[in-house]
């Protein structure tokens, strides 16, 4: 129980100083320096690599094989351009596919 209780304090303890590292190095009067901006604008279009990548083995055979991962993206991918929203748009589109897997 004791080594259960460690591994989940050391874990919170690192999350969060993750977590308060950018504000840390960042935070203040000092600017973002130009690197991680350019990462910034740089790794946002470099995820639709990563989407390729996902979906690449994708059988496209019948209804249960391909469809549904590629109605759950495309559902991602809607949602993302007509709100703008992040969070909401991976969370329904796990929550879509989720449900068309139990169908």
Known sequence: MSHAIAVVAICAVVTIALRALPFVCFGGKKGVP???????????????????????????????????QLIAAAAVVALHLWKKNTLLSIGVGTALYMLLIRI
């Open 34 to 68: 130009r690197l991680v901006s350019a990462l910034g604008e740089t790794l946002p279009p470099a995820m639709a690599a990563l989407v390729v990548y996902c979906l690449k083995s994708v059988p496209f055979g019948t209804f249960g094989d391909g469809a549904r």
